[in-house]
């Protein structure tokens, strides 16, 4: 090993680094960016965990109502499919049959009180979750 690395040395071996980060050039264009969020607004339903008398409100983040929505549709398509979905962001798990969700921790919930199970609501409007960026218009 130590030879090769004299012979490496003896012919002025030179290494120079790279300065300015590798760019890898995107093809997308506003169009496109709108068509791919427009794909993922489908699935990006808001859905919330409630209790009975509507004193716990919380809503689940958008991975979570994108995996619901998702298995939803799964179970439109194939009845023997799982019909329940893990949330490990939430520490719940999804029970799709009843449109309950059952909570395993609870320690950091604040808010929480009592009962461990919760029903699944969708909002009622049916419309989809709002992004920052929705305010500004996407010229086509």
Known sequence: MSE???KLLKTGYHFEK????FKK?????????????SKLDIYN???FIENES???????NSYDCMQIAMQLETLKIDPYAS???????????????NMRVHYWDTKNIK????DKC???????DGSRRQRPGDSQKCSD
């Not at 509507?54 to 689940?60: D, I």
């Not at 808010?111 to 009592?114: S, T, Y």
């Not at 919760?118 to 009622?124: H, Q, T």
């Open 4 to 6: 090769s690395l004299k």
């Open 18 to 21: 790279q300065l300015e980060p």
């Open 25 to 37: 050039k995107t093809y997308a264009t506003d169009k496109d960016k709108k068509e791919i969020l």
């Open 45 to 47: 339903q808001p859905f």
């Open 54 to 60: 509507k004193t716990f409100v919380r809503p689940y």
């Open 83 to 97: 019909m329940v979905v893990v949330s490990p962001f939430e520490s719940t798990i999804v029970d799709l049959l």
């Open 111 to 114: 808010g929480f009180k009592g």
């Open 118 to 124: 919760f029903k699944l609501v969708k909002r009622p």
